[in-house]
Structures are given as structure tokens and as C-alpha cells.
């Protein structure tokens, strides 16, 4: 191996800090409009964001005579050169459809995955599908991944020695919270999606890993109902403004927060009051997938609504 090439490889899997991808696109789409049938298309925008927001592939059908009227929801939109429509939806509207429906809300503070995505050729040739390298597979991948609200992340040169054992170890140097192992022969995909929630499989073609994992990561994360419930978050380690300032937005910013108060400071810690949509362990799966945040509860179940965590700048 060359000096460059192993200065590229120690570049690339050095440990990074994991965090959560924050989308700020879930509300917004891209949509063909076929012959000429706009309304049509606005449906079928709708469609899409209501499964990237709700984490559910069923919810369109749950919607009823919701689909009838998109434009109801629309905050704007447009039309290509090339006959495609780009429409942003009211996010505010669209909650609120969801919740009258009964469905959860993925927030915008999603896992990180890494693909890892092994193809044996026709000729019996293996080879792993890297990020900096265009490839058709990559492509199909990156499709429906945006279309579900799924950040993904791939290696930058060949994982040698790789394996669905060591696969969680391989994303967290690449700042990825799960890891997302493909083994592909024969235009079928033996999918295992490898996170700190544990491990799941699936076969069929391409988009079943993407799915696997948006179907998985929104159980854990989405929260249901509109009715707020209270949850007391206690910070060590706050030593100066700047720690309590990176703290407190970080925590208004939060998808499931919806209001913060601060209720008492002893020392370096502080104690918050956090209105939040769900409960304490979906908001403490929430943290967990940022790393300025560190759990001091030793992955016990939340006492009485209570969490605590150590500030890591």
C-alpha cells in the first residue's frame, strides 16, 4: 500500500464524533409530474413526505380523504424546465394531519448509517461499494434513502477484513450510528442492519436495507400523539455560559422538545424541565445518537421521567 493511500485510510477511519444528522428537508420533495397530470403529482409529493415524516409505509393509506386536497398543505412550490415539481409542504399542517390520523412523528434528528454494501459479480469478482467512486447500485440507494428522511454514509476506501461482527466498530469511525451490511449475489441483497438497538435482517432487492433500517430507526425514534408530556433532564459538567448556552440550544432545538425551562443549578449541574412529545426513554434514544451528551444513567430505565446526562464539550 502506498504512503498516500495509507495517510487516506488513517484520514478516513479516524474516530469521529457520532451525531445525528439534523434533515432540514423532510417537508420538501422532488416530483416527476407523468403526462402532464399535475394534481396528480402533488398527491404523490404528499405521499412521500407523509412516510419520510411518519417513519410508516403505510400512512398514505391511513390518511383517507386527506390525499384528496394536497395543495391544502402546500407552503410552496414549483415547476422545472424539465416538467418536475418542487414543493414544500407546511410542516406545522402536516403534523397535524398525522397526529388526527394516529400516526408518530420521525423528528428531523435522525441515525447516521453506514452502507457497507458487498456485490459478487457474475464472473465470481467481489468487490465493497466505496463513496468516492459513481456507481449505479449507490445510486438506487441514495434514492430511496432520501425519500425515506435516511441519512447514509459510505467508506471511503475498500474494509478489508470487514464483517457484520465488527461492522458497528466501522461506522462509528466513519461518525455513523448503525451500520447497514449488504451482501449482494445474483441481483438479491442479504441485507443486516447492526445498531445499538442490536440487529435485524432482511432479503430482496436494493431499497429492502434502506427500508429495514427507516422502518427500524423509526420505531425507536418517532414519537405519537399531541399531547405533551413533562421529563426533567439533570446536566453535569456545565463549567461556564458557553457550556450552558451549547446545552440549552442544543435541547430547544431538539424535534421532540417543545419547550425548556431551567429549574435549579447546583455547582456544574443544571436541571431542566423539558415539555417534550413522547416519553424519557425516546428522548434519551434522541440524545444518544449525538455525542455532546453523555448518559450517567448506565442504560437503566428513566426514573419517574428523570434523565441525567454529563456535558461533553
Given at each position: 500500500?502506498?504512503?498516500?493511500?495509507?495517510?487516506?485510510?488513517?484520514?478516513?477511519?479516524?474516530?469521529?464524533?457520532?451525531?445525528?444528522?439534523?434533515?432540514?428537508?423532510?417537508?420538501?420533495?422532488?416530483?416527476?409530474?407523468?403526462?402532464?397530470?399535475?394534481?396528480?403529482?402533488?398527491?404523490?409529493?404528499?405521499?412521500?413526505?407523509?412516510?419520510?415524516?411518519?417513519?410508516?409505509?403505510?400512512?398514505?393509506?391511513?390518511?383517507?380523504?386527506?390525499?384528496?386536497?394536497?395543495?391544502?398543505?402546500?407552503?410552496?412550490?414549483?415547476?422545472?424546465?424539465?416538467?418536475?415539481?418542487?414543493?414544500?409542504?407546511?410542516?406545522?399542517?402536516?403534523?397535524?394531519?398525522?397526529?388526527?390520523?394516529?400516526?408518530?412523528?420521525?423528528?428531523?434528528?435522525?441515525?447516521?448509517?453506514?452502507?457497507?454494501?458487498?456485490?459478487?459479480?457474475?464472473?465470481?469478482?467481489?468487490?465493497?461499494?466505496?463513496?468516492?467512486?459513481?456507481?449505479?447500485?449507490?445510486?438506487?440507494?441514495?434514492?430511496?434513502?432520501?425519500?425515506?428522511?435516511?441519512?447514509?454514509?459510505?467508506?471511503?476506501?475498500?474494509?478489508?477484513?470487514?464483517?457484520?461482527?465488527?461492522?458497528?466498530?466501522?461506522?462509528?469511525?466513519?461518525?455513523?450510528?448503525?451500520?447497514?451490511?449488504?451482501?449482494?449475489?445474483?441481483?438479491?441483497?442479504?441485507?443486516?442492519?447492526?445498531?445499538?438497538?442490536?440487529?435485524?435482517?432482511?432479503?430482496?432487492?436494493?431499497?429492502?436495507?434502506v427500508h429495514?433500517?427507516?422502518?427500524?430507526?423509526?420505531?425507536v425514534f418517532?414519537a405519537s400523539?399531541?399531547?405533551?408530556?413533562?421529563?426533567?433532564?439533570?446536566?453535569?459538567?456545565?463549567?461556564?455560559?458557553?457550556?450552558?448556552?451549547?446545552?440549552?440550544?442544543?435541547?430547544?432545538?431538539?424535534?421532540?422538545?417543545?419547550?425548556?425551562?431551567?429549574?435549579?443549578?447546583?455547582?456544574?449541574?443544571?436541571?431542566?424541565?423539558?415539555?417534550?412529545?413522547?416519553?424519557?426513554?425516546?428522548?434519551?434514544?434522541?440524545?444518544?445518537?449525538?455525542?455532546?451528551?453523555?448518559?450517567?444513567?448506565?442504560?437503566?430505565?428513566?426514573?419517574?421521567?428523570?434523565?441525567?446526562?454529563?456535558?461533553?464539550?
Amino acid at each position: 500500500m502506498s504512503l498516500s493511500l495509507c495517510l487516506a485510510w488513517l484520514l478516513a477511519t479516524a474516530a469521529l464524533p457520532v451525531g445525528a444528522v439534523t434533515l432540514g428537508n423532510l417537508y420538501e420533495t422532488d416530483q416527476p409530474v407523468l403526462n402532464n397530470a399535475r394534481e396528480a403529482a402533488f398527491v404523490d409529493a404528499l405521499k412521500t413526505v407523509v412516510v419520510r415524516v411518519s417513519g410508516q409505509r403505510d400512512a398514505p393509506a391511513r390518511l383517507g380523504s386527506a390525499l384528496n386536497d394536497p395543495r391544502k398543505y402546500v407552503q410552496r412550490f414549483g415547476f422545472t424546465a424539465d416538467n418536475v415539481l418542487q414543493v414544500g409542504f407546511d410542516s406545522v399542517s402536516v403534523d397535524r394531519l398525522l397526529q388526527e390520523a394516529g400516526l408518530p412523528i420521525w423528528g428531523r434528528e435522525r441515525p447516521a448509517t453506514l452502507v457497507l454494501l458487498n456485490v459478487t459479480e457474475s464472473n465470481g469478482y467481489t468487490h465493497w461499494i466505496s463513496g468516492d467512486q459513481p456507481n449505479a447500485q449507490k445510486d438506487i440507494l441514495e434514492k430511496a434513502a432520501r425519500e425515506r428522511g435516511l441519512p447514509l454514509k459510505w467508506p471511503a476506501v475498500d474494509p478489508q477484513g470487514m464483517n457484520e461482527t465488527t461492522a458497528l466498530e466501522e461506522a462509528e469511525r466513519y461518525g455513523a450510528n448503525a451500520a447497514l451490511v449488504g451482501r449482494a449475489q445474483g441481483g438479491s441483497v442479504r441485507w443486516t442492519l447492526i445498531s445499538s438497538e442490536g440487529s435485524s435482517q432482511v432479503g430482496g432487492g436494493l431499497e429492502e436495507g434502506v427500508h429495514l433500517a427507516a422502518d427500524t430507526f423509526a420505531r425507536v425514534f418517532a414519537a405519537s400523539g399531541s399531547s405533551l408530556g413533562n421529563v426533567v433532564v439533570e446536566v453535569s459538567g456545565i463549567g461556564d455560559l458557553d457550556a450552558y448556552a451549547s446545552t440549552l440550544n442544543y435541547l430547544e432545538g431538539m424535534t421532540l422538545v417543545r419547550a425548556v425551562s431551567l429549574e435549579q443549578v447546583s455547582g456544574d449541574t443544571m436541571r431542566f424541565k423539558l415539555a417534550v412529545r413522547g416519553d424519557a426513554s425516546t428522548l434519551r434514544r434522541a440524545i444518544a445518537l449525538d455525542s455532546r451528551l453523555v448518559s450517567q444513567d448506565d442504560g437503566a430505565a428513566p426514573v419517574g421521567e428523570r434523565l441525567t446526562f454529563r456535558y461533553r464539550p
